[in-house]
C-alpha cells in the first residue's frame, strides 16, 4: 500500500446493526408475559433493547433479569429515574462497558432534557456541576466498584449526611452492584447496543 493510499484509508464503517453479542445461542421459547414485555418494548422504544434479545435464549433467565432490572430501575425509590441512570452510567465508565454506556447515557440524556450531562457522565462524571447529594451518591459508586473492599460506615454516614436514608443507601449500592455485574456479563459475551440509542436525546 502505497503512502497515498495509507492516508486515504478510513476505517470500516461501525454503524451497522449489530448482532447482539458474539455467543450463537438460538432463541428460546418465550413466555406469554415475556412475549408481551417484547412487545411492549417495540410500542414504546420502537425497538428491542439488545440485552434483552441476548438473554432470550433462556426464558428463565431473561425473567429473572428484566424483573430485577425493572425493579431496580423503575419501582419506587428514594431515588429518582434519572439518579438511578447516572449510578448506571458511572458504574460503566469505570468498567469501559460500550453497551451500557450506550443506552444509559442515552437514558441520562433523555431524563436529564441535558445532552452535556449526558456526556459528562460517560467521559468524567467529575467534570460536571452536581449536587452534593449527586455528588456523594457518585462517588459511594465509584468506590463500590473499584474499591468494593474499602466501603465502610463513613461512607454509609457520608450518603446519610447527603440527605440519603437506609433504604436509598440499599438503593444506590443495588443499582451499582447489579451495574456491575451486568457490565461483566456484557464484555463477556461482546454485548453490542441497539443503532438507535446513539442518536437518542442528541
Known sequence: MSKVDRQEEKPTRQDVTP????????????????????????EKLGFVPNVLAAYAHDNAKLEAFAAFY??????????????????AVVVSSINRCYYCL??????????????????????????????LRQRVMLDFAAKLTERSHEIGEEDRQALRDAGFDDKA???????????????????????RPNREYHAQAR
Request: hydrophobic residues 50%; glycine residues 6%.
Open 169 to 191: 443507601i440499599w438503593d444506590i449500592a443495588a443499582v451499582a452492584s447489579f451495574f456491575n455485574m451486568s457490565n461483566r456479563m456484557a464484555s463477556a459475551v461482546d454485548m
Open 19 to 42: 448482532a447482539p453479542t458474539a455467543l450463537s445461542l438460538a432463541p428460546g421459547e418465550l413466555s406469554p408475559s415475556m412475549q408481551a414485555y417484547f412487545a411492549k418494548c417495540e
Open 70 to 87: 425493572n425493579d431496580l430501575m423503575l419501582a419506587p425509590s428514594g431515588l429518582s429515574k434519572l439518579e438511578r441512570e447516572m449510578i
Open 102 to 131: 450506550t443506552a444509559h447515557g442515552a437514558a441520562v440524556r433523555q431524563l436529564s432534557g441535558d445532552p452535556v450531562l449526558g456526556e459528562m457522565m460517560v467521559m468524567n462524571y467529575r467534570a460536571a456541576e452536581l449536587s
